[in-house]
């Protein structure tokens, strides 16, 4: 079955760096697309950036574009997300999705358990 497996979320202050990781099982990791999304207590989950399969085009939220940075290495099946200059706005629960590049969460099958990030002001 397919599995994804986040990791590296933590407590950062704000200004600060974190590099989020999603390990992939049971798919063929280097031809699907992948996307992050985060969701804080109460609030839909939201998009945070997508990868592709064809040409890894990725894509953004305007709320993290400049900051974030999404990259994948097929080889290790493992998808990542550079966070830069995090914000405690970005406090949220971080998960990883497979099989579409889509901003709507109900575009994807496949979902991870997430990783807490946290940034204090």
């Known amino acids: 079955q397919v599995q994804l497996v986040e990791s590296g979320g933590g407590l950062v202050q704000a200004g600060g760096s974190l590099t989020l990781s999603c390990a992939a099982s049971?798919?063929?990791?280097?031809?699907?697309?992948m996307a992050w999304f985060r969701q804080t207590p109460g609030e839909e989950r939201e998009f945070v950036a997508s990868?592709?399969?064809?040409?890894?085009?990725?894509n953004y939220a305007d709320s993290v574009k400049g900051r974030f940075a999404i990259s994948r290495v097929n080889a290790k099946n493992t998808m990542y997300l550079q966070m830069n200059s995090l914000h405690p706005e970005d406090t949220a629960v971080y998960y990883c999705?497979?099989?579409?590049?889509?901003?709507?969460?109900?575009?994807?099958?496949?979902w991870g358990q997430g990783t807490q990030v946290t940034v204090s002001s």
């Open positions: 049971g798919l063929t990791f280097s031809s699907s697309s």
């Open positions: 999705a497979s099989g579409s590049t889509s901003s709507r969460a109900d575009a994807y099958r496949y």
């Open positions: 990868i592709g399969w064809i040409t890894s085009r990725t």
